[in-house]
């Protein structure tokens, strides 16, 4: 697990967006209340579990915000341990292929793939990436 070259893909591909200034300012507010990188982990956890909420409702738009809001949350964790570098690498994974099957479900296709394709820069066997990138 390389979770410093993987930060480095998530912040260019996830923070490369318009308007993610007013998002940044947001997730910079909670950084300073809850700097602990434990605490940020699980905020994205929590950001993952209610994305996953809205997917089953087909709430495929809500659910991807949400997993985009928690990934570029994930790209400000300070990893001090091999846990966390365990969770950190976990969720960045599930995160980007969540973020996949949503692109995929709303006809977004070639972002869809291109999430695919970071997860199996870092996860090469990764079967959900590799069937998801063949559709």
């Given at each position: 697990?390389?979770?410093?070259?993987?930060?480095?893909?998530?912040?260019?591909?996830?923070?490369?967006?318009?308007?993610v200034?007013?998002?940044?300012?947001?997730?910079?507010n909670?950084?300073?209340?809850?700097?602990e990188?434990?605490?940020?982990?699980?905020?994205c956890?929590?950001?993952?579990?209610?994305?996953?909420?809205?997917?089953?409702k087909?709430?495929?738009?809500?659910?991807?915000?949400?997993?985009?809001?928690?990934?570029?949350?994930?790209c400000?964790?300070l990893?001090?341990?091999?846990?966390?570098?365990?969770?950190?690498?976990?969720?960045?994974?599930?995160?980007n292929?969540?973020l996949?099957?949503c692109?995929?479900?709303?006809?977004?296709?070639?972002?869809?793939?291109?999430?695919?394709?970071?997860?199996?820069?870092f996860?090469?066997?990764?079967?959900?990436?590799?069937?998801r990138?063949?559709?």
């Amino acid at each position: 697990m390389d979770p410093m070259g993987l930060q480095a893909v998530l912040i260019g591909f996830h923070l490369d967006d318009d308007g993610v200034g007013e998002e940044l300012s947001g997730i910079l507010n909670f950084m300073m209340q809850f700097g602990e990188p434990d605490d940020l982990l699980q905020m994205c956890v929590n950001m993952k579990e209610e994305g996953n909420l809205l997917f089953k409702k087909n709430l495929y738009d809500e659910a991807l915000s949400m997993y985009d809001k928690a990934t570029k949350l994930l790209c400000f964790a300070l990893i001090e341990n091999e846990e966390q570098n365990s969770r950190f690498f976990d969720l960045a994974i599930s995160l980007n292929l969540n973020l996949a099957l949503c692109a995929f479900k709303l006809n977004l296709f070639a972002q869809g793939r291109e999430l695919c394709s970071i997860v199996l820069n870092f996860y090469p066997a990764n079967v959900k990436a590799l069937y998801r990138r063949a559709l």
